[in-house]
């Protein structure tokens, strides 16, 4: 303890109760803390935490009301009864039920792409089964129809949803050249011819209700990579 401090509290006037109350006036008045839960909002960040389990409920109601009803009864009120929730949460994520039921479905095909690897047949093979699945599922295969349709009569509207299909046929296209240079055997037929033809044999399956097995898939693909005859 410094000499001077001693020597006061040694002083017979010396008094630390009034000294400890002089000192406490001249300190700013402390501030009880706030918790995060106690905060207001503002100081939390603007927005409220994303919900994935919320958004996917949403997403399947939309896809299960465009099949069941088509666009013309795919409504808000629909979407927001069938996920119960509030037209508000939908409108915080979503503008319109048609942007709503574009993503989800874009989400759902994007299973429907061609696999790269050292195996281009069973790549294929593989492929044409992700298609059917896809065209076979009571709801993806009724939205791909409606969707198709609306895209004819509101092209810009379903813009994102063609814009997504390109996407996956560049992507396939891409993959399945690629496999095709590989082999050294030039077929004679285009990528997009190829995919095309497997693709269309795929949505013949759904649109007719006629089952092509997967040995015949497997016999078409080798007749399109058989080589081209010189």
């Known amino acids: 303890m410094p000499a001077r401090r001693r020597w006061v509290e040694g002083h017979a006037g010396f008094d630390r109760r009034s000294i400890t ?3 406490a006036r001249r300190r700013p008045p402390v501030r009880p803390l706030v918790t995060t839960a106690e905060a207001p909002a503002a100081r939390r960040g603007a927005g409220r935490p994303r919900n994935p389990e919320l958004e996917q409920r949403l997403k399947r109601v939309a ?3 465009l099949a069941q009803h088509g666009f013309s009864g795919l409504t808000l009120e629909k979407i927001c009864a069938g996920a119960q929730v509030p037209r508000a949460t939908f ?4 503008s319109t039920p048609t942007e709503l039921v574009i993503e989800a479905f874009n989400e759902r095909f994007e299973y429907g792409l ?4 050292d195996d ?3 790549s294929l093979i593989a492929f044409s089964d992700k298609l ?3 065209y076979s ?3 993806l295969g009724p939205c791909g129809s409606f969707i198709m349709n609306e895209a004819k009569l509101k092209p810009e509207a379903m813009r994102p949803a063609v814009e997504a299909q390109r996407l996956r046929r560049r992507h396939n296209y891409a993959v399945l050249e690629r496999g095709l240079a590989a082999r050294g055997q030039p077929t004679g037929l285009s990528p997009r011819l190829v995919l095309s033809t497997l693709n269309g044999l795929a949505y013949f399956t759904y649109s007719t209700g006629r089952e092509v097995s997967r040995e015949e898939f497997a016999l078409l693909i080798d007749k ?4 081209a005859r010189t």
């Open 120 to 122: 281009l047949r069973a």
């Open 63 to 65: 896809l299960e009301t």
């Open 132 to 134: 059917i699945a896809l």
């Open 224 to 227: 399109l990579l058989a080589p």
């Open 91 to 94: 409108y915080r994520r979503w």
């Open 137 to 139: 599922d009571p709801v």
């Open 114 to 117: 061609l696999d790269e690897s």
């Open 21 to 23: 109350s002089r000192r």
